[in-house]
């Protein structure tokens, strides 16, 4: 589990009781910001992907300005299969 964030949800409506009174409510629930299934869905290279892989990158401590001051990061990168994807010199 990488990070989870609270979420308030507020809810109104326009029926009102039997003393004229607007009802309405709200909760707060915990989210998750990666969901595990994300990481079953990351590119593993390879030419069907176009030699291109993708992570998720943690790092206790650490705010990503790329990600809004997240710990953890979405990114890619062309994998490096030496004779197959490198240039020769």
């Not at 401590?61 to 001051?69: E, K, P, R, V």
């Amino acid at each position: 589990m990488i990070s989870e964030a609270v979420e308030i949800r507020r809810n109104y409506h326009g029926s009102r009781d039997g003393e004229g009174r607007n009802n309405s409510g709200g909760s707060e629930t915990v989210g998750r910001k990666v969901l595990p299934s994300e990481f079953t869905m990351l590119k593993k290279g390879g030419a069907q992907n176009d030699f291109m892989t993708s992570a998720i990158v943690y790092q206790t401590g650490t705010a990503f300005s790329a990600n809004h001051g997240e710990p953890w990061l979405r990114t890619q990168f062309r994998q490096q299969i030496p004779g197959l994807t490198m240039k020769k010199k």
